[in-house]
Structures are given as structure tokens and as C-alpha cells.
């Protein structure tokens, strides 16, 4: 088990950027894959970008690609998500996630067992 913990939430106008953070108990984070999912009001939880245990490969939303950056320092148990170029579209409640997974499913939420609190970002026009 780990557990997880957001921060770095804000309000920020359209435009700009934020880098939220995860932070992860244990000594297991190595061992997972990790994933940064979002939830709007009213929607449901989606995939956002997610990097591999080894930080080798990394797999992003086609809405986010080019704009956001997904990354972890496995040596501080930490995982990172720079947002830049927000848009008011990207408003939600972002939470970080830890599983294991092949290719195919790692854009699934199945695919994780634990989740952070999860931290609110919103965005203005």
C-alpha cells in the first residue's frame, strides 16, 4: 500500500500555469505505476497522463498533450504534473494514483488501487 497526497491547487487565470505535486508514503513508489486522473463537476473521472515505474515512458489525454508534463523523482517518493496554457476547460478536482498496468489500460482507472484526496484546481476565463 501507499498512500497519497495532492497539493498545489489553485485559481489561476486562463493562460497560465501550475506544477501540483503527489506525495507518496513507503518505500514501495518505485514499484508503481503512477497517474494523474481529474473530475469535473458533473462529469466523470477522467485520464490525464501517466508515467511508468522506471519514469521511461510517459502517456498523456490528447486534450492535455503538448501543455502538460507528468513526471516523479522516485529518490523523494514524489509525482509531479506541470500544467501550462491552462484553459477554463481544465477545472476539476486533479488526483494523483498509483497501480500497475500494461499499455493498453493504463489510461483506465481499473488500473489503480490507490488514490490521493485529490486537490482543486480552477481555472478562470
Known amino acids: 500500500q501507499v498512500q497519497l497526497v495532492e497539493s498545489g491547487g489553485g485559481l489561476v487565470q486562463a493562460g497560465g500555469s501550475l506544477r501540483l505535486s503527489c506525495a507518496a508514503s513507503?518505500?514501495?513508489?518505485?514499484?508503481?505505476?503512477m497517474a494523474w486522473f481529474r473530475q469535473a463537476p458533473g462529469k466523470e473521472r477522467e485520464f490525464v497522463a501517466a508515467i511508468r515505474r522506471n519514469g521511461g515512458a510517459t502517456y498523456y489525454a490528447d486534450s492535455v498533450k503538448g501543455r502538460f508534463t507528468i513526471s516523479r523523482d522516485n529518490a523523494a517518493n514524489t509525482l509531479s504534473l506541470q500544467m501550462n496554457s491552462l484553459k477554463p476547460e481544465d477545472t476539476a478536482d486533479y488526483y494523483c494514483?498509483?497501480?500497475?498496468?500494461?499499455?493498453?489500460?493504463?489510461?483506465?482507472?481499473?488500473?489503480?488501487?490507490?488514490w490521493g484526496q485529490g486537490t482543486q484546481v480552477t481555472v478562470s476565463s
Open positions: 513507503g518505500r514501495t513508489f518505485r514499484n508503481y505505476d
Open positions: 494514483a498509483a497501480g500497475s498496468a500494461i499499455t493498453s489500460t493504463i489510461r483506465r482507472l481499473e488500473s489503480y488501487t490507490n
